[in-house]
């Protein structure tokens, strides 16, 4: 199996895990007649759906930032370890550039959602 394979196959598996395991003792909220853990609806119809993709966006957010600063030090870990081999510094190089352009559509993403939101994503 490559590196990617392993961490798309952890990836699932800690998903997986989370989602089956979670006690229902930490389900305290509710929306509609399910119970959650983490998203409440307040109000109903629309807003309950607004507030929910605000709720979706935060919780994305935070995702990404880990995830860029995971890509950079693995970047910087593959620049460190090259020892001057042009494929691994192209390698890092690419992932650099990579989390950049993820970072910049993911604020495209943001901004163009916090212009149709009435009152904005982050209130």
Do not use: H
Request: proline residues 2%.
């Amino acid at each position: 199996m490559t590196k990617r394979n392993i961490v798309i196959s952890i990836f699932i598996a800690t998903v997986i895990a989370v989602s089956v395991f979670i006690p229902r003792v930490a389900l305290a909220a509710r929306c509609g007649d399910a119970e959650t853990s983490v998203i409440s609806c307040e109000g109903n119809g629309s807003a309950a759906i607004i507030n929910i993709i605000k709720q979706v966006i935060k919780i994305l957010t935070a995702g990404i930032g880990v995830a860029a600063v995971g890509a950079v030090i693995y970047g910087a870990f593959l620049y460190t370890t090259s020892e001057g081999s042009p494929d691994k510094i192209k390698k890092a190089r690419e992932v650099w550039t990579n989390t950049v352009i993820g970072i910049i559509m993911f604020t495209f993403m943001v901004a163009i959602t916090n212009f149709i939101i009435p009152g904005g994503v982050f209130d």
